[in-house]
């Protein structure tokens, strides 16, 4: 059972242009979210988060949006960058729960220049 | 400042085999924690600890052993490896229950062959 899911497994997008990445879950005791970004023969590395309290977080130009009726986020990168290329990993994890992550499957991102 | 290193980076072998992946930080952090990577699934957590002399069982714990007898080191043992078990393996660590605080190794590829 698949908790949180990320069903793009790729994603293309021109330098400059806007990347959005999906992330869809299905347990409602999940109250904070998660993206973490990771280039190939390294360990993943934090990018942004968001508490189930706000629908909103931005930094620089990341943004990661939250839905919590359609149990949705997104994060939005913008602009794109060629340096931005790399795995996202949507996770998950609620109150208590020993900071334990779920994550989804991972969307590779290609931003070509 | 190492960080979170995992030793070894690469390892093969064959069905029946034990062996022991090590993971050492330096961040004095109390939360360690073990996920296994494969295609198409993300990240899933095998074990954790939250402090020196614990452990508890993650998502898919079978076939695994861990200890955390110093607090700096957190061992993963495969008492009698399966080819089920070929996959990357990473570590993190955090200085609290918070999720956006941890921190990522940068993997061990284990074939099992």
């Known amino acids: 059972d698949q908790q949180v899911k990320q069903n793009s497994p790729s994603l293309s997008v021109q330098e400059g242009r806007i990347s959005i990445l999906n992330c869809d879950y299905t347990?409602?005791?999940?109250?904070?979210f998660l993206w973490y970004k990771k280039y190939p023969a390294e360990g993943p590395t934090f990018l942004i988060s968001?508490?189930?309290?706000?629908d909103k977080n931005e930094d620089g130009r990341f943004t990661v949006f939250l839905n919590k009726s359609a149990k949705h986020l997104s994060l939005h990168i913008v602009p794109s960058q060629p340096g931005d290329s790399a795995v996202y990993f949507c996770a998950a994890s609620y109150s208590g729960n020993t900071g334990k992550l779920i994550f989804g499957q991972g969307t590779t991102l290609q931003v070509k220049p | 400042n190492a960080g979170v290193t995992q030793t070894p980076k690469f390892r093969v072998l064959k069905t029946g085999q034990s062996m022991t992946l090590l993971c050492a930080q330096d961040m004095n952090h109390e939360y360690m924690y073990w996920y296994r990577q494969d295609p198409g699934m993300g990240l899933r957590l095998i074990h954790y600890s939250v402090g020196e002399g614990t452990t508890a069982k993650g998502e898919v714990p079978d076939g695994y052993n861990v200890s955390r007898l110093k607090k700096q080191n957190f061992l993963l043992g495969l008492e009698s490896a399966a080819p089920s078990q070929t996959s990357v393996y990473f570590c993190?660590?955090?200085?609290?229950?918070?999720?956006?605080?941890?921190?990522f190794g940068p993997g061990t590829r284990l074939t099992v062959l």
């Open positions: 968001i508490s189930s309290i706000k």
């Open positions: 993190a660590s955090s200085y609290s229950e918070s999720a956006d605080t941890q921190y």
């Open positions: 347990n409602s005791m999940f109250d904070y």
